[in-house]
């Protein structure tokens, strides 16, 4: 049971690349969310689903794109990267019950130059 | 917009000591106050949550005190540890949406041998 994982871990990206970090859940979880950590501002959400094919906008959607075709994965996507991107971002699932723990990943930490 | 307060943002205490952590909150609807732990290079994990129907809960050497009319919670961590050094943040479902969680900017706590 190996809980949520992102991947990859470290990225380095010049501004204006795209790429897409992936999360996965093998806890049967129906609800997963995107947050990113900067120093000072704790996690801030960026976008979540509540179920396979679904999708909503967080706190800091603007420069991202999501997509959760499987129930199990959960892509966060960078079109054109900036520099304030640069961050730490963390994925989370729990399932539908009220008063539910979000488990959260690894973290992957990218930085756009 | 509602949010949460969390302080101090960093607290050191020698090892036996006792540490509080305080989060104020604006929204009188909340229901659900977690607490999560965040070590060094790894993700946000649950260490203690309180439900809106009682006003403290314990689990060893970690209590969280909750008062709604006041709007405050706090974590106690009794006999530090060491292995107790991390960064703690609160968290509370948004009275809008509670599918979402706002979290409190966090805690670095340093515990001294």
């Known amino acids: 049971n190996a809980g949520v994982t992102q991947t990859p871990k470290f990225r380095v990206l010049k501004t204006g690349q795209s790429m897409t970090l992936l999360c996965a859940q093998d806890?049967?979880?129906?609800?997963m969310y995107w947050y990113r950590q900067d120093p000072g501002m704790g996690l801030r959400l960026i976008h979540y689903?509540?179920?396979?094919?679904?999708?909503a906008k967080g706190e800091v959607p603007d420069g991202y794109n999501v997509s959760r075709l499987k129930k199990q994965n959960f892509l966060l996507g960078l079109e054109s990267a900036a520099p304030s991107q640069t961050s730490v971002y963390f994925c989370?699932?729990?399932?539908?019950?009220?008063?539910?723990?979000?488990?959260f990943g690894p973290g992957t930490r990218l930085t756009v130059l | 917009g509602e949010n949460v307060e969390q302080h101090p943002s960093t607290l050191s205490v020698q090892e036996g000591d006792s540490a509080v952590i305080k989060c104020t909150y604006s929204?009188?609807?909340?229901?659900?106050f977690p607490w999560y732990k965040q070590e060094l290079g790894k993700g946000p994990q649950l260490i203690i949550d309180?439900?809106?129907?009682?006003g403290e809960k314990k689990d060893q050497r970690i209590a969280v005190t909750l008062n709604k009319t006041a709007k405050h919670f706090s974590l106690h961590i009794t006999e530090t540890q060491p292995e107790d050094s991390a960064v703690y943040f609160c968290?509370?479902?948004?009275?809008?949406?509670?599918?979402?969680?706002?979290f409190g900017t966090g805690t670095r706590l340093q515990v001294f041998p």
């Open positions: 929204d009188s609807a909340s229901n659900y």
């Open positions: 989370a699932s729990r399932g539908t019950s009220l008063f539910v723990v979000q488990f």
């Open positions: 806890m049967n979880h129906e609800y």
């Open positions: 309180i439900r809106s129907n009682v």
């Open positions: 689903s509540v179920g396979e094919g679904t999708t």
């Open positions: 968290a509370m479902p948004r009275s809008y949406n509670t599918d979402k969680l706002i």
